[in-house]
């Protein structure tokens, strides 16, 4: 999505190497008109299957699948985290570990809020080495629901998420996905984004 | 609001006699088209001030702040949780005392993107104690911005925080006023919302 890449070229800024930094237009100050035009790509990349609702994790994802969601005419839930292990709760819970932070934490989500007849889109800003996809993805299995696709804003290709998500046959678009960023020059994979 | 009360009593639950769980529709599902209800009402009480940005905190004023800021053409800042107090970062911190889970939290956003030249109108879904709002004011307060004003979904009107924020001169509107919700039942107050 060129507007989205254009963002992350003008806007967003490397550090340390392997950080990309888009606090500027999105995961601290938004910026809801790119979030619009977001939704609107969603759906032109999704909009031909039946989705029942949009899942995503906090706090990030929180904004964009909302905003998305107007496009879908369904609604948004949001895993929690931090939450205890499901034994014994109202809880389906999943453990995602953050390369960045070096933690685990568990996420998680109502069990009244995500049912077998659910179909699912994720949504999520970044995509790295996967894991928080993929705990969301667990919570989808846990409720019997079907995951009908998973949907990136920004999609870091060289790393190991999208091979891990493909593995699971997932249905994934990355609206700008970055080859590489190499002495902070940032050069985008080509036609990933259609 | 009449719509936003209707959600409460037809589907909002109050448990241990003064929680009150709206987590159906408001912060764990989110019904977006609630939301953009929301946005309108909000729009039509503060939509003859000059705001240019919208604040909220994590996680669940996100959603709500998002698809709001679009009726104001304004981004959306969200205060992170859990932040280093601010010796020494690029933080603007305050810390946040939680009645409901007896614990405090600093909330901090970037220098960068609070300035002295913004108006800012705060958006959350619970007013209760007005802790989190007071956090956000303090916010605003430090980077020498303006608030122009408060906009919550929910107020419980029988605890302290109208009081604290009109004793600090803020102008505040919230969506649907609880008087009441003794032994279960939900009395809002009348004229609150206009």
Redesign the interface.
């Known amino acids: 999505m060129k507007l989205l890449e254009d963002y992350i070229v003008n806007r967003g800024k490397v550090i340390d190497g392997d950080v990309l930094k888009v ?3 999105l995961n ?6 790119l ?2 035009e977001m939704g609107k790509e969603f759906h032109r990349l999704f909009g031909n299957k039946k989705i029942t609702k949009i899942l995503t994790v ?2 990030s994802g ?2 964009i ?3 998305v ?2 496009y879908f ?6 895993a ?2 931090g939450v205890h292990r499901n034994v014994g709760t109202d809880l389906y819970t999943a453990d995602v570990f953050s390369f960045t932070k070096g933690v685990t934490t568990t996420i998680g ?2 069990k ?2 995500l049912k077998p007849e659910d179909h699912v889109l994720i949504i999520d800003d970044f995509l790295a080495d996967g894991n928080a996809s993929l705990g969301l993805i667990s919570l989808i299995e846990q409720a019997g629901a079907t995951l009908e696709g998973v949907g990136i804003a920004v999609e870091k290709g060289f790393q190991s998420g999208r091979g891990k998500l493909l593995a699971k046959g997932c249905d994934l678009k990355s609206l700008a996905v970055i080859k590489s960023m190499d002495g902070g020059r940032i050069v985008f994979a080509d036609g990933e984004d259609s």
Do not use: R, T, W
């Open positions: 606090d500027m237009f601290h100050l938004i910026d809801v008109d979030l619009n906090e706090a929180i904004g699948a909302c905003v969601a107007q005419s369904v609604p948004v839930l949001f929690k985290k989500v109502s009244n809020y």
